[in-house]
């Protein structure tokens, strides 16, 4: 079965500036997640992906692009990547959010609660989760490489999923911009190779020596 490179996309002024962006159109990369987008196309150049996947949403489009180009690789689009849809809560501040009374609920029992309008972190992790069990059923040879470009929470629940971690805990993982996470998932279960890793990677093939 393969080995899934779970990346998140660079960092935009949403993240910059403390705004939850979830499904706003047209949020681009920023220059400095621009320039971890190319760090993440530098880095896995010598990786054997066969395959580069993605949330539609701009910015993680424009992070998988470095990767599938240095590839020759089309990008796939996967809808059901998409950010967790937050409902109200879309594009208000973080400093704001944490002075609610449910703020609580999202941290501590985030399995209690649902966006305003908008998903519940069950159904989140579930539409994650059927996204990956695709890729892993269309890619099942222990030798594929599988980038897929997305969004922090939604790969915190799946690395939560595939580890056997209750829901509740999955705020306790760390997902930074522009960095990778490694999964490889097997008929026997999952074991998690790397978490919240960031350019450069040393799992790289060494160089021959002269």
Same mark, same amino acid.
């Given at each position: 079965?393969?080995?899934?490179?779970?990346?998140?996309?660079?960092?935009?002024?949403?993240?910059?500036?403390?705004?939850?962006?979830? #499904?706003? !159109?047209?949020?681009? $990369?920023?220059?400095?997640?621009?320039?971890?987008?190319?760090?993440?196309?530098?880095?896995?150049?010598?990786?054997?992906?066969?395959?580069?996947?993605?949330?539609?949403?701009?910015?993680?489009?424009?992070?998988?692009?470095?990767?599938?180009?240095?590839?020759? $690789?089309?990008?796939?689009?996967?809808?059901?990547?998409?950010?967790?849809?937050?409902?109200?809560?879309?594009?208000?501040?973080?400093?704001?959010?944490?002075?609610?009374?449910?703020?609580?609920?999202?941290?501590?029992?985030?399995?209690?609660? #649902?966006?305003?309008?908008?998903?519940?972190?069950?159904?989140?992790?579930?539409?994650?989760?059927?996204?990956?069990?695709? /890729?892993?059923?269309?890619?099942?040879?222990?030798?594929?490489?599988?980038?897929?470009?997305?969004?922090?929470?939604?790969?915190? %629940?799946?690395?939560?999923?595939? $580890?056997? $971690? !209750?829901?509740?805990?999955?705020?306790?993982?760390?997902?930074?911009?522009?960095?990778?996470?490694? %999964?490889?998932?097997?008929?026997?279960?999952?074991?998690? /190779?790397?978490?919240?890793?960031? !350019?450069?990677?040393?799992?790289?093939?060494?160089?021959?020596?002269?």
């Amino acid at each position: 079965m393969p080995l899934l490179l779970l990346i998140r996309h660079g960092e935009n002024d949403y993240v910059k500036t403390g705004k939850m962006a979830g #499904r706003i !159109p047209g949020v681009h $990369l920023n220059e400095k997640g621009q320039k971890q987008a190319q760090a993440l196309g530098e880095a896995l150049k010598d990786i054997p992906l066969k395959a580069v996947y993605s949330s539609p949403l701009e910015r993680a489009m424009e992070t998988a692009n470095p990767i599938a180009e240095s590839h020759k $690789l089309k990008i796939q689009q996967e809808p059901d990547l998409m950010d967790t849809n937050v409902g109200k809560w879309q594009g208000r501040s973080w400093k704001v959010l944490r002075l609610t009374k449910t703020w609580k609920i999202v941290q501590n029992a985030p399995s209690r609660f #649902r966006f305003p309008n908008g998903e519940s972190f069950p159904e989140t992790q579930l539409r994650i989760v059927n996204v990956l069990e695709r /890729v892993i059923q269309t890619h099942k040879k222990p030798q594929d490489v599988i980038a897929v470009v997305f969004h922090a929470d939604p790969i915190k %629940l799946a690395v939560s999923h595939f $580890l056997g $971690l !209750p829901l509740d805990h999955f705020q306790r993982l760390g997902c930074d911009t522009g960095s990778l996470t490694m %999964l490889h998932v097997g008929e026997s279960g999952a074991h998690l /190779v790397k978490l919240n890793q960031r !350019p450069p990677f040393d799992f790289l093939p060494k160089a021959k020596q002269k």
